[in-house]
């Protein structure tokens, strides 16, 4: 006799679902508002983003701090809700290691731009000194730039609103700009835009000097630490985009999924990864393996679908160890294996 299972079970189950590196961003902003509301407000002062206390008093912790503090509970709400939304894909596909590197590489750049930005305007011709001396926190600046590197990531072409009205991927960011600007006037324009540049850049390869290296991503994810934790490494399904630096077994930090497709604005807070199919787009095909001696991308390309080629290999290994001949050519001598293609 089967009976449901209990609330409290299934917030539980929910929760323990929630990668582990997104999970503590959630409940450290959390924690850090509810300190925050115990002791007063005086400590927002100290660790608000403010361009003139940054350069002029050399306060460089506000680069890193600003982003986890919120001014209260709709703002902290709302910023939490945005990264379980795109922080869950994304951490399920570059690993905690990566997703890590990003959020602090996001928010130092991000604010380092904001801070320029804001004694920029007040330069001539603008004349525009307000920006220096605001203080801001929050970190939807971060989640912006995590919104364009997640359309990347997942090679995500549109977004479907309710069903009813397909946005560009490309395009969303820029109308989140504009649609947050228009509903709350006093959030930091600048704080956003910063965030959206710095993730179009990484997007775009720009900043690859300040991410981790391939090794050192493998280095750091086969420690002991990240080993001992159980903390999600970077998806091997995923096709990766090499570095020129990195040569055939590097990798660049964007893992770029076997097709295009769309995802909900509102989905996958309750559901599985990646985001749901627009309408009309294909699916996915399953990820395809690959043995250093054979390559089953070739084979898929001679007509073989993927599980098929993978069979195909993995009777050419059982043949090879057998001492028989198997499928196709053996291992190549006197050479490297064929670079993987990208699919």
């Not at 990566?98 to 011709?125: E, M, R």
């Not at 989140?176 to 600007?181: E, G, N, P, R, V």
């Not at 956003?192 to 775009?204: K, N, P, R, W």
């Not at 893992?255 to 996958?268: D, F, M, N, Q, R």
């Amino acid at each position: 006799m089967s009976s449901e299972a209990s609330p409290l079970a299934v917030l539980r189950a929910w929760v323990r679902s929630i990668p582990p590196v997104t999970r503590v961003l959630v409940v450290t902003c959390t924690l850090l508002l509810g300190i925050t509301t115990l002791i007063g407000g005086g400590l927002m002062t100290d660790v608000c983003l403010s361009a003139d206390r940054v350069v002029r008093h050399m306060q460089a912790w506000r680069l890193l701090t600003s982003s986890l503090f919120h001014t209260g509970g709709i703002h902290l709400l709302f910023n939490m809700v945005a990264l379980l939304q795109v922080g869950v894909p994304l951490e399920r596909l570059l690993g905690s290691v990566q997703l890590s590197w990003l959020v602090a590489t996001l928010s130092v750049l991000s604010n380092c731009l904001y801070v320029g930005l804001a004694l920029a305007a007040g330069l001539p011709p603008l004349g525009w000194s307000q920006p220096s001396f605001q203080c801001v926190l929050g970190f939807s600046g971060v989640l912006f730039g995590l919104i364009v590197v997640h359309a990347e990531v997942a090679h995500i072409a549109s977004y479907s609103l309710f069903g009813a009205v397909t946005i560009p991927a490309r395009a969303y960011p820029w109308l989140l700009l504009a649609a947050c600007q228009l509903m709350v006037p006093h959030v930091s324009f600048l704080g956003h835009l910063s965030g959206l540049l710095v993730g179009q850049a990484l997007a775009l390869g720009l900043l690859r000097l300040a991410m981790p290296s391939p090794a050192t991503v493998a280095t750091l994810e086969s420690s002991s630490v990240v080993q001992r934790w159980g903390l999600p490494s970077s998806d091997p399904g995923a096709t990766l985009r090499a570095m020129p630096d990195a040569g055939v077994a590097g990798a660049h930090l964007l893992p770029i999924s076997t097709a295009s497709h769309g995802g909900g604005l509102l989905e996958g807070l309750w559901q599985p990864y990646p985001p749901a199919l627009v309408p009309g787009t294909p699916p996915a095909p399953p990820p395809i393996l690959r043995t250093p001696s054979m390559s089953i991308v070739h084979q898929c390309r001679a007509g073989q679908g993927p599980e098929a080629a993978a069979a195909a290999a993995a009777a050419a290994a059982e043949a090879r160890l057998a001492g028989t001949k198997g499928h196709g050519a053996g291992p190549r001598k006197g050479g490297p294996a064929p670079p993987p293609a990208p699919l």
